[in-house]
C-alpha cells in the first residue's frame, strides 16, 4: 500500500510538552511520522511534520478538528494537511 502523506504544522509560544502531546495523539490515531522539523526562535515555536495516514483510525476531517481542539488546548495553531491538497494549491 502506498503511503497517504499529510503536512501538519504547529506554531505559537515554546512550552514544554508540544511535541509529546502531538506525538501522543497522532500515535493513538494510528499516524506514523515520517518527517520532523522544529525551530525556536526567541520563545517561539514552530514545527512541520510529514506524516503517514495510511493506517489513521479516523477520517481527515476528524483529524482536523481533533488537532483545532488540541491547539486550544495547548495554546498553540496548529493545522492539518493532506499533500495532494497542498501540492495541488501550490502548482503554478
Sequence with gaps: ?????AIITVLGKDNVGIVASVAAYLAEKGVNILEISQTIIDSY???IMIVDISKMSCTPSEMASDLEKLSEKIGLRIQFQRTEIFEAMHRI
Design 45 to 47: 515555536f514552530d514545527m
Design 1 to 5: 500500500m502506498k503511503a497517504m502523506k
